[in-house]
Structure formats: C-alpha cells, structure tokens
C-alpha cells in the first residue's frame, strides 16, 4: 500500500505543529489554514478542500479555549461542530479518513473510575458541549473516522501548564496550582507517533479513542513534577512547592471546569501491543530536550 498522503488542519497550533513537524518529514503532507479555510464558515469547506489530493485527515483546529467558548457560544458551535461535520462529509465522499481530536472535557467531572471510551459523556461548559456534538457529528457523517479525544497536552510548540509554572518559578518562590482537579498530562511528541502507528497499521480502527500518557495528574502535582524536574536539569528555579489551593478559586474563568477527566488508555495500549509511557517520563523527556539540547 503506497503511503497515505496527509492533510492536516489546525497546523499553527500546538498540536498541529507537533503533528506538521513529525509528519512532513516522513510523508507527503499539506495543511489548510484560516486563511485558506475558516472554521467558522463551514459553507466553505468544499471549496476549499476541491483540488487537495489526501487520504488522510488530520483535523487538530477548533476553538480551543474554554472561556471563549463559554461566552461565544454560536461561534463554538461553528469551529468545533458544524464545520467538522462538513469535513468528515468530504472525508467520506472522496472515501478519506479523518482524524478528528477531541477533549477530556466532554466528559462531566464527576467522581468516577477512569473513564474509558464507553463511559457516559456530559460536557459541563459549552467548549465540552461543542466538541461532544462535534464528535457524534463527525462519526455520523463519516463512520470509518477516528476522534482522538486527548487531554492536558505539553510540547515544544506552545507554552502549556508546566512551561508557565517553569517560568513563574525563575521569578517567586510564591506559586500555586489547582490540587483537586485530576486527569492525564499528554505529550503531543507521544500523539504523533501514536497517531502514525493508528494510521499505518489501524486502518480500520474508528470511533472515540483515548489518546493519553498513564498515570494521574492534579494541576498541583503537574506543576511540583515540572518543577523538580527543571531542579534536577539545573535551571535556577526558587522552589520546587506549589501551594495547592482548590479549582473554586479561580473565579477568573468564565467556564465552569470538570474536575475529573482521567482517561483510560487501555485500548491504546492494546491497539499499539505496547505500555504507554507515563506522563511523568514524557514531561521529563521534553524538558529535557527543552533545557538541554544535544
Ligand atoms: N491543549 C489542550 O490541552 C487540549 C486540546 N484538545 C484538543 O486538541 C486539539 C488541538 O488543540 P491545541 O493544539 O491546544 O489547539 P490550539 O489552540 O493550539 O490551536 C488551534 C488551531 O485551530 C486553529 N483555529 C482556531 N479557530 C479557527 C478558525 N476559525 N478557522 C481556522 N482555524 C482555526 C488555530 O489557527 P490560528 O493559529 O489561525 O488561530 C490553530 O491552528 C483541539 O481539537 C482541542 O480541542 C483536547 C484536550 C486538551
Ligand atoms: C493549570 C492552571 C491554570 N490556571 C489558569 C490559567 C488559565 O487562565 C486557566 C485555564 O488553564 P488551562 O488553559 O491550562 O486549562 P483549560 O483551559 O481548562 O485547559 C483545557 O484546554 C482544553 C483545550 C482542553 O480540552 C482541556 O483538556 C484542558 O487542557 O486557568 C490557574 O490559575 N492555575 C493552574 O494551576
């Protein structure tokens, strides 16, 4: 089978880039973006998809930020469900697959076992709400779509949690971070080459899929991980603790959080026939390629 040529949207994102920069070196890879295709205009994603030649899909772009959402909803709605169920129509026209990411956060937060791909799904903000219809629209259009629901993603590409935890730490010992909401950090290094293995040798596989490092994470014990990791690599941090204080205190954020998403990555895991690495040993490795470059 000749190599499937890639599409990728959302490619000047975090994610995107990561999946861009690990992709374009080993296949014939293009991108759309907001220029060339706005995600909250999905009349015109036909247009805009005539004349690009792909098999697959990779669909990273949306409206990411849950506070936005929560005070945009139509627009939400647009990016993150109308126009991903046009793409996933062309997918399945043109017999393309589509890899659609989702979140963590279509799930409600409640006190729960890890949630695997069966268990019940209720959004409790509209960025949830909008991914969730985003999901289920996708799947209709185009059944043979994989939607890769991903959590709490670091990387090289955008700042994330332990990047701004680093940073704050090279200026005051005075730091705090949510203690008692849990879910899973994920490496966006580690998604490309799931995602490359899932497509090469998983043609078949659709439908939700967790996609996550193992282990269990608070945004506290992400951050004193992050932390003592810089210690050890030498960086001039003022202290590896973190004050942990609770998610009701951040009454800055416009949409309501769920406090426990941590997924199960068992059907990964069984699909790549290998463990999945720990969220911890691929927070280090990044670091490490961050701080010490070889
Ligand atoms: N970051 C995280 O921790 C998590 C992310 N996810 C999901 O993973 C995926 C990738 O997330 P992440 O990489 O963080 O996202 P980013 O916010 O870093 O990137 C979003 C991408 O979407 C594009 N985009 C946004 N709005 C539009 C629009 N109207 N038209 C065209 N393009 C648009 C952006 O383009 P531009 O540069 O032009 O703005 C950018 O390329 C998303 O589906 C997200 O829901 C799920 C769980 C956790
Ligand atoms: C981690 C953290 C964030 N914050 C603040 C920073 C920011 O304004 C706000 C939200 O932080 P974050 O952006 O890290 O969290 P959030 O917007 O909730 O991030 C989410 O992104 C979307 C795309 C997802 O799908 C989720 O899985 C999740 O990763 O909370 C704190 O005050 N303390 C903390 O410990």
Redesign the pocket.
Known sequence: MPAPRILI??????????LQSHFSPRFQTST????E?????PDTVSAALAGRDFDVLL???????PDVCEVEPQ?AF???AV?PQVLAECCQKRGARMV??????VFSGEPHDVLTEQDETLPVNV?GRT?LA?EQAVLQASPRALV???????GH??A?HPDNIIQKALQTDDLAAVVDKVSAP?S?ADICRWVEQLIISHPDVSGPLHLCNSGIASWHSWAEAALEIAHRLGLPVKTTRVQPIPLASLTQLKAPRPLMTLMSNQKLGGLLGAEIRSWYDALEEYLVEKYQPK
Do not use: I
């Open positions: 949207l959302g490619a000047t994102g975090g994610l995107g880039r990561a759309l973006g907001r220029a295709l706005d995600f909250e205009k669909n990273a772009a949306g409206m990411t930020s627009r647009l990016a993150n126009t659609h990411f989702s979140t963590d956060y960025y991914k985003g890769a629901r991903v959590s709490w993603l670091f590409f955008k994330s994920t966006n």
